[in-house]
């Protein structure tokens, strides 16, 4: 790692590498306003149109003098997860892949398989230019701990590989994926809880001007999404819930986001991820814990919002004050992504569309027209917090805002 010094907040300072063009360093703005990026799930060896167009915007569109702002002032991209899905086979991006999501148990020990591919996908066009040009958090969706849909649970494994798995090959498999995703993370802050399975959650906040972030890890300590919801049912671990809400409690940011992976506050997220169960699967939510979040004291009651990724889908979400019962606080979450792989928009999903749903995707029109490749952006400004979508079918459109009464999205 290389540290700098002596920077002027909100400057841009190009860089080359022995001669040749790097990229830009952009140390943080300290006041509105000012853009933030989000997405999720890249195809590995595809290229990332989205991620371009947030460092050159468009010369023409009914947008682009808002598109051309939120270039000028990007001051952070936080990539939400399915960086690199490990189903993949062959060469790509000029490095050999040994399949591990479809291959054996085997290969997901192996923490060099797993390298190769954070190695691929780090190669991604336009996700490499943003990245090389805008301060870049990541956070892990269970792609990162593949094989597919990861819990830490011998369950799991049973039904991705079969055989009869013991709690070693979890530890074994755990061990090579935490591993791999530590050493292509570590140009985040430094994780805020050390206590749990193998070195606790990879969990941290970052302040930007008048926001702060906390980016959960939903996945290293998640329960199977299989079990039946419950009190000890978790996505995240006590003392992850513990950080956020007393860190939450004692940040002096005006605004608080939410990074999340999964979609937690849906009531028809994917892969059992939302609230509630949804019918025909082994999809039994996380509801008591997203609950009792809501209900906590710290819990913000005002200018707090949520981003996910992994809904592969366009989706807009809210859970009102009160939907469980008591007095808990409302929160809504919007989802980012698919960055670039092919959008998930089945009209045949099953899903039940229940209260919350402020906005979600169902398009039927052919498959080849089916949806789009998104970033959702968050403007920062001095009252509030607006939501966008940045889309490759319909450019950038508004999402409303999210201000300092309370935790409703107004338009």
Known sequence: MVEFTGLTPGERYPYTVDGVAGGVLRPHPVAAPFWLAFSSCW?????????????????????????????????????LGDLVYMGSAGNINGYAMTQIDGGTLANAKLVEARRQ?????????????????????????????????????IAWLTRQYGGTPTAGDLTDVWTAASTAWREWA???????????????????????????????????????????????????SAAQEEWMLSTMAAS?????????????????????????????????????????????????????????????????????????????AAISQ???????????????????????????????????????NNYVLLRVLADRVERYVLGSRYGLRYMGYVGTQDNLVRR
């Open 252 to 328: 002096s940011a005006p605004f608080k986001v939410w990074a999340c992976t999964k979609q937690f506050i849906s009531s028809c997220g994917r892969n059992g991820d939302g609230f509630d169960d949804l019918s025909g699967g082994i999809s039994e939510g996380y509801r008591v814990q997203l609950a009792r979040i809501l209900a906590d004291p710290r819990f913000p009651r005002a200018a707090c919002l949520s981003v996910t990724g992994d809904e592969h889908i366009r989706s807009d979400m809210v859970v009102s004050q009160g939907q469980f019962g008591g007095a808990h």
């Open 334 to 372: 919007i989802s980012a992504g698919p960055a670039s792989i092919p959008v998930i928009t089945n009209p045949d999903d099953g899903l039940v569309y229940r209260d919350g749903v402020r906005d979600k995707e169902r398009d039927i029109s052919t498959l080849g027209q089916r949806g789009e």
């Open 43 to 79: 195809s590995i060896g595809g290229a990332d149109s989205m991620a371009l167009q947030l460092l050159q915007a468009p010369a023409v569109g009914a947008a682009r003098k808002l598109h051309a702002d939120a270039v000028a002032s990007l001051a952070g991209a936080f990539l």
């Open 186 to 236: 570590i140009g985040n802050p430094a994780k805020a809880v050390s206590t749990g399975i193998l070195g606790g959650p990879d969990c941290y906040s970052v302040r930007i001007g008048p926001v702060e972030i906390w980016c959960t890890d939903l996945i290293h300590e998640r329960d199977d999404t299989a079990v039946a919801d419950g009190p000890e049912k978790r996505m995240m």
């Open 117 to 153: 591919y954070y190695r691929a996908g780090r190669q991604h066009a336009g996700l490499r230019e943003l990245m090389r040009s805008v301060p870049s958090y990541v956070l892990k969706d269970d792609h990162e701990y593949d094989p597919d849909n990861a819990c830490y649970s």
